[in-house]
């Protein structure tokens, strides 16, 4: 328990004694939400591991497909259901709610470079967002370097196919 130190009544000074502990109310202590934010938004996402069937994030969040990550938030991604390598605009979506902007989205296509179509070019280019497109397993190192450097980047990062490992 961090130590506290708080100031007496008519500007005494500080006390040697810590506050007492405030009790937390009933909504409090029943939040679904306490303690997550140590867990996930205020840790740094790093990609440890990858395969045919998906992600492994800080070494121990394992997400099962697709995926698109922020600097502390990784999240599932469905960019097409019937081809995953035909991006629409619709896939980058929820890009569009962030503020800041990412300054940089690093794409992964799986182990072949496979870039997006003119519609998701135009729409990095009028938000000033770079798009760099290059295989899985390069963008995880992009992606990862460059979380580590504070900096605001995302990353689509497409698994690669259960045959490419063979």
């Given at each position: 328990?961090?130590?506290?130190?708080?100031?007496?009544?008519?500007?005494?000074?500080?006390?040697?004694?810590?506050?007492?502990?405030?009790?937390?109310s009933?909504?409090?202590?029943?939040?679904?939400?306490?303690?997550?934010?140590?867990?996930v938004?205020?840790?740094?996402?790093?990609?440890?591991?990858?395969?045919p069937?998906?992600?492994?994030?800080?070494?121990?969040?394992e997400?099962?497909?697709?995926?698109?990550?922020?600097?502390?938030?990784p999240?599932?991604?469905?960019?097409?259901?019937?081809?995953?390598?035909?991006?629409?605009?619709?896939?980058?979506?929820?890009?569009?709610?962030?503020?800041?902007?990412?300054?940089?989205i690093?794409?992964?296509?799986?182990?072949?470079?496979q870039?997006?179509?003119?519609?998701?070019?135009?729409?990095?280019?009028?938000?000033?967002?770079?798009?760099?497109?290059?295989r899985?397993?390069?963008?995880i190192?992009?992606?990862?370097?460059?979380?580590m450097?504070?900096?605001?980047?995302?990353?689509?990062?497409?698994?690669?196919?259960?045959?490419?490992?063979?």
């Amino acid at each position: 328990m961090r130590r506290i130190r708080w100031p007496l009544a008519l500007g005494r000074g500080f006390a040697n004694e810590t506050k007492p502990p405030r009790e937390l109310s009933y909504l409090e202590q029943h939040d679904m939400y306490s303690g997550i934010e140590d867990r996930v938004f205020l840790e740094r996402v790093a990609v440890t591991s990858y395969g045919p069937q998906g992600f492994t994030i800080n070494n121990d969040i394992e997400l099962h497909g697709h995926v698109m990550l922020l600097p502390q938030l990784p999240m599932l991604w469905r960019p097409n259901s019937e081809n995953p390598l035909e991006f629409t605009r619709d896939s980058f979506s929820v890009l569009d709610l962030l503020y800041p902007k990412p300054e940089l989205i690093v794409m992964g296509t799986g182990t072949s470079q496979q870039f997006p179509s003119q519609e998701i070019r135009e729409w990095a280019a009028s938000n000033g967002i770079p798009l760099e497109v290059m295989r899985t397993g390069s963008a995880i190192g992009v992606f990862n370097v460059c979380c580590m450097e504070n900096r605001n980047v995302a990353a689509v990062l497409l698994r690669p196919q259960q045959d490419d490992f063979s």
